[in-house]
């Protein structure tokens, strides 16, 4: 029932022993709820978490985006107020090129050295009363760091995905809400609703990256999920400091990656009315925020009900990148297809050692028996 709850209700969970859960329905976008005591409750409930712990890891997921370090700076803001030492498990090896770029050009090496940890240096930190907060994410295969969850027996976790089948196991405080467009926009109700006194402050940095991890997730707000929550969470931002102009200059394209997803965007097809897809070169490793950007670019025209993007982003590892304008919902088609997951309307998924051809056909053929189970009859 949680499982259901989680997922955005109007579904369906069967669990039968010895046999991967089956999901049916869930047809239907999350509607945004917002109740203020609830949020008020959540923030009490994590500041006791972190209160009663001597130190805290924040961590996001692998391939770091802006949404997962904005999220977890906010956490960290949190622990600064309640004066509990933290960190922030980090390694700009395994985050996004342009959230390398932003990290960097926001703090100073000493600042750096004194939020960050490297995931093999968090590991000595651990002890029986340390914290792990998870954010952006709830499943242990995607962690910066699994050993890191492995070690670690108090762990807390803040998302706005849909619940998938794989969840990190018994979490002490669990926040996922995926109404919400962002972990960023959860974070900041957090902080506006808490109760510490004096109240939190987010530093001018920290949520200049916070406002780019919203402008990410929602695509400039121009996404299904962007709701009255985020506009009030990015003007909550603002308040503290957020530099917009910076925030939008930390995702302009350069000229190659521009010319790349106008490449991409030339092998459009359409299998399906309102439904497209494109393909990236197979003999090339691209970003996943490249597939991420030609997805957007598909469903920003009009008659477009969902798109994918299919792509190598590592020599063994082909990503789909799937978008909708709501009335699909590409959440239940990425699960189909691989390991996968996300929003109703904004999802993704990889299938190892392959390549784009056949994950191609997987695709076709995915869309052949589930898109109408994915539809959206909004009618009904």
């Not at 996001?60 to 509990?84: Q, R, T, Y």
């Not at 998938?164 to 902080?191: H, K, M, Q, R, W």
């Not at 990236?280 to 691209?286: A, G, I, M, R, T």
Request: hydrophobic fraction near 40%.
């Amino acid at each position: 029932l949680e499982m259901a709850v989680s997922r955005g209700g109007d579904q369906v969970v069967v669990d039968k022993n010895g046999v991967d859960l089956k999901f049916y329905g869930g047809k239907t976008e999350a509607v945004e709820k917002k109740n203020k005591i609830q949020v008020r409750l959540y923030s009490n409930s994590l500041s006791n978490v972190i209160r009663a712990s001597s130190n805290v890891l924040i961590m996001g997921h692998v391939n770091s985006d802006m949404d997962s370090v904005g999220s977890a700076l906010g956490v960290k803001a949190i622990c600064n107020a309640l004066k509990v030492p933290s960190q922030i498990v980090y390694d700009l090896k395994l985050s996004e090129k342009k959230t390398k770029l932003a990290v960097s050009s926001l703090f100073s090496k000493d600042e750096y050295d004194d939020i960050f940890i490297l995931p093999k240096n968090a590991l000595n930190k651990i002890n029986g009363k340390t914290l792990v907060v998870c954010v952006d994410f709830h499943r242990a295969s995607l962690a910066m760091s699994k050993d890191v969850i492995d070690a670690c027996s108090k762990i807390a976790i803040i998302d706005h995905h849909r619940r998938s089948e794989e969840f990190i196991d018994s979490p002490i405080f669990t926040y996922v809400d995926s109404s919400a467009s962002s972990a960023g926009e959860l974070v900041t109700e957090l902080i506006q609703y808490s109760s510490v006194n004096p109240p939190i402050d987010i530093p001018s940095n920290y949520a200049t990256l916070m406002l780019a991890g919203i402008f990410v997730d929602t695509n400039f707000y121009k996404s299904a999920s962007t709701g009255a929550r985020t506009f009030e969470a990015s003007m909550i931002l603002r308040r503290f400091g957020a530099d917009n102009i910076m925030a939008d200059n930390f995702l302009k394209d350069d000229y190659e990656e521009r010319a790349l997803i106008n490449k991409i965007l030339t092998t459009i097809k359409t299998p399906y009315n309102g439904i497209v897809y494109c393909l990236s070169p197979d003999d090339l490793d691209v970003d996943p925020v490249i597939l991420s950007k030609a997805a957007n670019e598909c469903i920003s025209i009009k008659g477009v009900s969902a798109s994918f993007v299919i792509g190598r982003t590592q020599p063994n590892e082909i990503k789909i990148s799937a978008r909708s304008d709501g009335s699909v919902n590409v959440q239940i088609l990425c699960e189909r297809i691989g390991i996968g997951g996300g929003h109703f309307a904004l999802a993704a998924s990889s299938i190892k050692d392959s390549n784009v051809a056949d994950v191609e056909t997987l695709l076709l053929e995915t869309l052949k028996e589930h898109l109408e189970e994915a539809r959206n009859n909004r009618e009904n």
